[in-house]
Structure formats: C-alpha cells, structure tokens
C-alpha cells in the first residue's frame, strides 16, 4: 500500500498546481458569474428557490473534504498536535508543506451573497419576513473563514463575489484582525436577528439539514463561533478577549440557559442524509497510513481512554499471534508484554521524530509466522469512523461542525484561566466537556458501524472511571488543571483537526517534560525541526488580482513560494505572533 510519506515529492508537485487553482479561484471568483451571465442555456433554471439555494451553500460548506482529510488534517494538523504518527516512520521532511486546499470559503459565499442580495431587493412587505433566512446565511462562511484565516492570515472576504453586482474585479484582501472584527460583528448581528425572530419570519424548513429552522439554534451556533474567535485574542488581546467572553456568557435563550451549545442535542451536525458518502466519495483516505504517537498512546492506555481504541484499530499483536510469531523465530518488539492486555497492549503507538524512523521494534518488517502470514505491528487510524461507507460499509457519517465538548471544554479552560467569571466552575464545565466528549465518540462509532464495536464502544462506568484517572482528574488548586482541560480538548478535537491544532499553537498543549502527556521534539539529523505556523502564499499564475495579493503579502512579511517547515514556523498570522511554539506549553 501506497503511503504519502513515500509521496513527499510527488506531493509538493500537487500542492504547487494546487496552490495555483486555490488562488486562481481566489482571484475569479468574482468575473466567473459577470461571464456566466452571457452563457445562460434557456433549459437551466435560473432563479431557484432560496432555500434551495441555502441547502446548496450548506452541502458545498463540507467542501472537497478529500484534500482536507487526505492531506491537511492527516499529513499536517494531526502530527503537529502530535495525535499521530506516519506508520512507516514521519520523513526528514514532513514539515514543509504544500497549499492549504480543501476549504471553499467563496464558493459557499457565492450562494450566501446570492440569497441576501434576493432578499434585499425584495418588497418591503416581503423583505422584512425573510431576515433570520438571511441572519443564517452569514455564520456558515464565518466557520469556513476562520478555517482558512487561521493558516493564510488576510483573505478576500469582505469584497468577495461582488464582481456580479458591483462589477469588482480587483477585491481587497482583509488583514486577519479585519476578519475577525468583521466576523464577530456579523455574528453578533445575525443573533440579535434570530432572538427577534417570530412566526412571521419563512423557514427554509428541512432544506436547512442542519438545525431544520430551528432559529434559537443557529443563535447558539454563531454564539458558539464567537466563542472560538475568541480564543484568537488570548495573546493578542487579552483584555478584548476577556470582554467578548463576558459578553458571550451574557446571551440567554428563553430558559435563562447561556445562548451556547452545551447541550448536545444542539451539536451542529452536517449530515445531508443516511446516503452520504463522506471525504472523497468511494475513494480510499489513505488515513490508515497513521498511528497514534508513542506519547498520546501512553497517556491514553494509562488512563484508560475508551476514545483510544475507537480512533484506532488494534495491531494484530494479539497473544496468540506472538506466539505463532515467536515458534518462527522472529524477535519480537521490545515494548510486548505477556500477559496481553486487550485492547490497550495492542494500542501502542510509535516515536515521531524522523530519527526513530530506524527504530525496528517499530518500524521493522512485517513479523511473520511459519506459514508465512504477516502481523502489523503498528494501529492505525480506523477510517471508517471518518468514512463509514468505505470498504463497503453502511454505516451513517457525521461531521460535528460544533459541539457541546468543546464549547464545555472552551468554558472550563477560559474559566480556570480567570478569564470569564460568574457562570459555575472550571471542574463542573470540565467534566461536562470530558463526558459529552466520550459519549460524542462512541455515538460517532455505532452510527460508522466500526469493526467490532461492540467490543470498542464505551462501557457502563468508563466516563466515571476515566474522570476519576489521576492524570484527568480535576483536583482543586491543582496546577496540573489547566493542562488536563487543554489536553482533553485536542483529544476531544480529533475529528476537528483544524481546531484542535489551533488549540495546540495557542497553547502551545502538550509540552515538552510534562508528567501527563509530553511533547516529543522532532529531531532530524540530530536537530529539532520546526513545525509550520501558517501555509504558503504561491505567486499567482494570472494578474487579475496581483496588486493585493502581493500588497498583502508584504505587509503580513511573508515570504512568496515558501514551503519550508522553518520560514512557515517564523513568519505567523497575526493571532499566533505571540503563542508560544510547539512544546512550549504556557
């Protein structure tokens, strides 16, 4: 089987035509709908129902998820939070990156500005029924931005796909603080819009498959969003941070319950349907190319983590294969142990630095027994977890866009920190966060079909045995605590990477020499390799746009056509200038 470790060059080449596309789209976004107009087939329907239109956007914002999982959260975001491990062994190299890909930022925006430029050149009459309609339109974007924004820093964003109403060819790019000023400001807007909505307002009804016109819903959700905007400003801003948070906490729905989602049944879910197919379509994911890391696998089979052996499926290490293995002669690896205990001993991950890549006890040859039969030694990433229809299977996908963990997780954290005051403890948002985030998991399992869940999903008491583990365990005035809460929350990420490496640059979880769960330095030739902090800005092939492009290169201090783990680790977006870098826990 074919590993993108193997790839690394062919890759670069990809990333490089990719680079070119994503900014080729970035570019025209804006003049492809001016030409379209001219090219109309009087067969096409041109003036579809806006909730249509909205049940588009929506689809199109899971966005070409194949790139995403297959490259950006496996190859990238996983290993630099350190979750993972390539099963061959990371390269000399697996730091220098390729262009961010996979996130359609203004192709959702061109359905949303289509919708709201309908409803406001309705009729009065009409006009003002349709405004909680064009609230939602604006917090599905928000999300892909912050995404995006998060690895390239400024974006075309606020005069995006105008070129169609305003003849625009040349859109501005947005710095990073622009964005997020202008986000949260829109998201605040469309609350205030959705808490007013009554009756009178048309619902696009189960067109929206995501919270089906639940108003108070969509409130929570772009709450919710703010909320992760938030945490930008820790280090940039902290007392705007501490104000946006008092504020968020301060919304209320109908119950007097805080306006967020801490409750999941109010997850935002994107699942279109039971047929959904999920990343790339009947195309393999290549994620079973990873293992977990040496250290997290540890600091979970320690603890007891039911979430492990749901992301991984077990090593073929079983007792009675070591021991078919050993009548052939083979060595077996150093870290096996007898008696086995299943499943954590067949959970064991590998060493990512480039210079373990040698270390055979994991990444040796296939063990063989007398008949020939080859036993891996490593787990790996189930995919059909992230793609239950893979192989065959019939199992239903999910993707939590947000959910009750990691807002439960946001609250204990900013709570413990001192930041926000006067809405319960640290210790009972913790253990929130922790609980919904195992029962998240295993809820994610049965719907996937996982092989042998049975077996792999969570028991009657492992939350409450967990939370009791000393390494997870809230213990009042415990220093450790800040940890545990930001250790919880990448773990809790797993099926969000881009959020979970946002949360590992921020706070710089987990550190190098902690007792809980440490961080590996990533020694190459016996010196550390840094990791990136943003991805590549590629020259523009076309000069439609070259002026901003390259204005705003220069002001972020970027350098053009940079791929190196090094340059990409030093020159930062605006929100991670001041974070601490990897393994640097603060």
């Not at 050149?121 to 974007?141: G, H, L, S, V, W």
């Not at 005069?159 to 169609?164: L, S």
């Not at 077990?314 to 077996?332: F, H, K, P, R, V």
């Not at 065959?392 to 997780?409: H, P």
Request: proline share 5%.
């Amino acid at each position: 089987m074919c590993k993108p470790e193997n790839l690394l060059d062919m890759n670069k080449r990809i990333y490089k035509v990719l680079g070119s596309i994503v900014l080729l789209a970035m570019l025209m976004v804006n003049c492809t709908d001016k030409f379209a107009e001219l090219n109309k087939d009087p067969r096409e329907v041109n003036d579809p129902d806006l909730s249509h239109v909205l049940t588009n956007a929506l689809y199109n914002s899971a966005g070409d998820e194949y790139l995403q999982w297959f490259y950006n959260n496996s190859v990238y975001f996983w290993r630099f939070a350190q979750i993972t491990a390539a099963r061959g062994g990371n390269a000399t190299d697996f730091n220098d990156t390729g262009a961010l890909g996979g996130i359609p930022l203004h192709r959702v925006m061109i359905d949303m500005k289509e919708i709201r430029y309908r409803i406001d050149n309705m009729p009065e009459a009409d006009r003002k029924n349709y405004q909680a309609f064009k609230a939602i339109t604006y917090i599905p974007q928000v999300q892909l931005g912050l995404r995006a924004t998060d690895w390239q820093g400024s974006l075309v964003y606020s005069e995006a796909v105008e070129a169609r109403y305003s003849g625009n060819l040349t859109p501005k790019y947005d710095t990073q603080e622009e964005l997020l000023t202008l986000w949260l400001a829109e998201l605040k807007d469309a609350i205030t819009v959705l808490l007013a909505a009554d009756n009178t307002q048309v619902r696009p009804g189960n067109q929206d498959f995501i919270y089906r016109s639940n108003w108070v819903n969509w409130a929570r959700y772009a709450n919710s969003l703010r909320l992760r905007i938030a945490a930008r400003y820790e280090l940039t801003n902290p007392t705007l941070m501490k104000q946006l948070l008092q504020e968020i906490v301060s919304l209320k729905d109908a119950n007097g319950d805080i306006l967020l989602i801490t409750d999941p049944v109010n997850n935002a879910v994107w699942a279109p349907g039971t047929s959904e197919e999920g990343p790339g379509g009947t195309n393999s994911l290549w994620i079973e190319n990873y293992g977990p890391s040496k250290n997290f696998s540890a600091f979970a089979r320690k603890n007891q983590d039911p979430r492990l052996r749901i992301f991984f499926r077990m090593n073929d290490l079983s007792e009675a294969n070591l021991n078919l293995i050993s009548a052939a002669g083979q060595t077996l690896p150093k870290w096996v142990k007898f008696p086995v205990v299943e499943p954590w001993d067949r959970l064991v991950g590998s060493p990512v630095a480039p210079d373990s890549s040698g270390v055979t006890d994991y990444y040796g040859a296939a063990l063989r027994d007398a008949e020939n039969r080859t036993y891996a030694r490593l787990p790996y990433v189930d995919y059909n977890l992230i793609k239950p229809k893979q192989n065959g299977r019939n199992g239903e996908y999910r993707n939590i866009l947000m959910g009750a963990a990691e807002v439960c997780l946001y609250l204990a954290e900013f709570v413990e920190k001192g930041h926000v005051s006067g809405i319960g403890t640290a210790e009972s948002w913790y253990k929130k966060g922790v609980e919904f985030s195992l029962k998240q998991y295993d809820n994610r399992a049965m719907l996937a079909q996982v092989v042998d869940y049975a077996n792999r999903g969570l028991k009657a008491g492992e939350v409450e045995a967990y939370l009791a583990q000393e390494d997870v365990k809230y213990i009042a005035g415990d220093p450790k605590n800040k940890e545990k809460i930001i250790l919880q929350q990448i773990i809790n990420l797993f099926d969000n990477p881009y959020e979970g490496i946002a949360v590992a640059r921020r706070t710089g979880y987990p550190k190098k020499g902690s007792s809980i769960w440490a961080w590996e330095p990533y020694y190459s030739a016996g010196a550390e390799l840094k990791l990136p902090r943003r991805f590549p800005w590629n020259q523009p092939s076309i000069e439609t746009n070259k002026a901003n492009f390259e204005q705003a290169l220069s002001a972020q201090g970027f350098t053009v056509n940079a791929f190196e783990g090094e340059v990409l680790n030093s020159q930062r977006v605006w929100w991670d200038k001041n974070a601490p870098d990897y393994g640097s826990g603060q």
